[in-house]
């Protein structure tokens, strides 16, 4: 009987502990692992994702016409030149509006 009432204790508590270890991970939800090696024509791209700041890699997710999320290096020129593209031109006073440094 004893035995059985720790069992159950220590099955009780370790229920407790998977719900609330899995309620906790507040983690980024979109984030790039792996990059696309390629180039994309901006005709090509619908809008993008910034990727989280909390994300080990800093990334673009451009999302297509054909709706594929694809995942690109941010610092390369031409995904620069793909969301120049995207936003339009930019502002007279001269800072990138897609840097996340200075958006408002």
Do not use: Y
Not at 35 to 64: A, H, N, Q, W, Y
Not at 91 to 104: E, I, L, Q, S, Y
């Amino acid at each position: 009987m004893r035995t059985a009432a720790i069992l159950l204790l220590c099955i009780l508590g370790a229920a407790l502990f998977c719900t609330v270890s899995c309620n906790n991970s507040n983690g980024p939800d979109n984030c790039c692992f792996k990059f696309f090696p390629g180039t994309l024509s901006p005709s090509r791209v619908r809008s993008f994702i910034l990727t989280d700041d909390r994300c080990p890699k800093p990334g673009v997710i451009l999302v297509t016409k054909r709706n594929l999320n694809i995942c690109v290096e941010q610092s390369a020129t031409w995904v620069q030149d793909v969301l120049q593209t995207l936003m339009g031109p930019a502002p007279a006073h001269g800072f990138c509006r897609f840097d996340r440094r200075n958006v408002t």
